[in-house]
């Protein structure tokens, strides 16, 4: 009995002091977690066209709407630029805080060659690059309007007419995509309404502007536009980086039909 009662004190005072010691600290336990769902910020677009050169800035603000009516505010800037082949060069920088200080750090460095059929995407600070195949889309299909194949839209377009933009002629136009009240989980219907500056002399869209109340409000367009070609070194993988091919190898075969 006595042997009995020894063991049972042990175990308490084992369990007591891990327990004890958790209680000490204060600090409550859980499992692993993640901040794995974030809404996204499409950029624009930059088709490779030929014949249509030109240099500018994007710029992107993005203003996010908290249940409680505040805001959260973040932008970028960054260079872009086409040259008469189509070849599309463009930084991909960082969303900062409105009230930063700090210029919106270079994420990568993007090249795109439709000529060449690859897409390098480099990192300034490793001077490493990603080798890719490149196919541009011949076509760019649109939506048909009405109830979307999903079911749960519904899509409209309208034409608002033609405007000027940084000197350009472009073509202004909204879309709304309409979620009926209980189609995704919504207790009320959900507009989310995109409207579109389209430049035919370039080929792509100059600004967008998308207003959705799941994610807030994003305005990305295009300012110091100029359609002068850029240096042709804009289009060039500076020296000193490394190449990280990641195309498919390519077997090359004889006549005999033998790898």
């Not at 910020?41 to 930059?46: D, E, K, R």
């Not at 090249?111 to 490793?126: F, K, L, Q, R």
Request: glycine share 6%.
């Amino acid at each position: 009995m006595k042997r009995y009662a020894s063991v049972l004190v042990a175990a308490f005072l084992i369990l007591g002091a891990s327990g004890g010691t958790w209680a000490q600290a204060g600090k409550p336990n859980h499992g692993p977690d993640s901040f794995s769902s974030r809404a996204t910020l499409i950029p624009l677009y930059f088709a490779p066209k030929a014949n249509a050169p030109f240099m500018a800035t994007a710029k992107t603000i993005w203003v996010k709407i908290l249940p409680d009516g505040s805001t959260i505010t973040v932008w970028n800037q960054r260079m872009v630029a086409r040259d008469m082949d189509g070849r599309v060069f463009q930084e991909r920088r960082y969303l900062v805080p409105q009230d930063s200080t700090q210029e919106p750090q270079v994420q990568f460095l993007e090249y795109a060659d439709p000529v060449a059929h690859t897409i390098y995407s480099c990192i300034p600070g490793a001077k490493v690059c990603r080798l890719a195949d490149f196919f541009a889309p011949v076509s760019y299909p649109m939506l048909p309007e009405g109830l979307q194949a999903d079911g749960r839209s519904y899509l409209t377009r309208e034409n608002l007419g033609v405007e000027t933009f940084e000197g350009l002629d472009v073509q202004h136009s909204r879309e709304t995509f309409t979620f009926y009240k209980e189609t995704i989980g919504n207790t009320n219907t959900i507009l989310h309404v995109v409207e579109y500056w389209y430049s035919p002399e370039l080929g792509i869209d100059v600004k967008v502007t998308r207003h959705d109340p799941r994610s807030g409000d994003q305005t990305l367009w295009l300012t110091n536009i100029s359609t002068t070609a850029a240096d042709p070194a804009t289009f060039r993988i500076p020296s000193g980086y490394r190449i990280l091919d990641y195309r498919p190898r390519q077997v090359n075969q004889d006549t005999s039909g033998n790898p």
